[in-house]
């Protein structure tokens, strides 16, 4: 009894792994290297557009997970060097994610449309540091900051009847 029980557990293990590597997925390899694609240029197009003193544009992390049949989530991460008005050189790292959206066609490719796209975090490094002293008018540290005396207001009299 044990050896018919064990080679029907066999069995059904080897045909549940046969179906496993055999299934076609909803949404394939070649669909997910698309669309990170997209999105690089996407990421590379928009930072050109609204930051064109932007340079060293570096694209860190770029995946998309599936999470339905017609879903997929992105997740990014890029790097890029700005100069600001005073001429310091500054990095900032922007990481986030974007929601897109299978959109039925007539055709039979696929046409994907970005549903959602949000920072989940902003970073300003700065290369070089900026140091901060008190003006000739600030008070030197550790001394109260002089304040106007004021003439102290007259006081009424009392008047006499």
């Given at each position: 009894?044990?050896?018919?029980?064990?080679?029907i557990?066999?069995?059904?293990?080897?045909?549940?792994?046969?179906?496993?590597?055999?299934?076609?997925?909803?949404?394939?390899?070649?669909?997910?290297?698309?669309?990170?694609?997209?999105?690089?240029?996407?990421?590379?197009?928009?930072?050109?557009?609204?930051?064109?003193?932007?340079?060293?544009?570096?694209?860190?992390?770029?995946?998309?997970?599936?999470?339905?049949?017609?879903?997929?989530?992105?997740v990014?991460?890029?790097?890029f060097?700005?100069?600001?008005?005073s001429?310091e050189?500054?990095?900032?790292?922007?990481?986030?994610?974007?929601?897109?959206?299978?959109?039925?066609?007539?055709?039979?490719?696929?046409?994907?449309t970005?549903?959602?796209?949000?920072?989940?975090?902003?970073?300003?490094?700065?290369?070089?540091?900026?140091?901060?002293?008190?003006?000739?008018?600030?008070?030197?540290?550790?001394?109260?900051?002089?304040?106007?005396?004021?003439?102290?207001?007259?006081?009424?009299?009392?008047?006499?009847?």
């Amino acid at each position: 009894m044990k050896k018919i029980v064990s080679v029907i557990v066999f069995v059904a293990a080897l045909v549940w792994t046969w179906n496993v590597i055999h299934t076609n997925e909803a949404i394939g390899f070649e669909t997910h290297a698309g669309i990170q694609t997209k999105l690089a240029e996407l990421i590379t197009n928009t930072l050109a557009a609204k930051k064109p003193n932007a340079k060293e544009l570096r694209i860190d992390k770029l995946w998309t997970e599936s999470m339905n049949d017609n879903k997929v989530r992105a997740v990014f991460s890029y790097k890029f060097i700005e100069i600001s008005e005073s001429g310091e050189s500054l990095e900032q790292v922007i990481e986030g994610e974007a929601i897109l959206h299978r959109e039925p066609t007539e055709d039979k490719t696929d046409k994907w449309t970005l549903q959602s796209v949000k920072t989940t975090n902003d970073i300003v490094i700065f290369s070089e540091g900026s140091t901060v002293t008190p003006g000739p008018d600030a008070p030197a540290e550790g001394t109260p900051e002089a304040s106007p005396t004021a003439s102290p207001a007259p006081t009424a009299s009392p008047e006499k009847h």
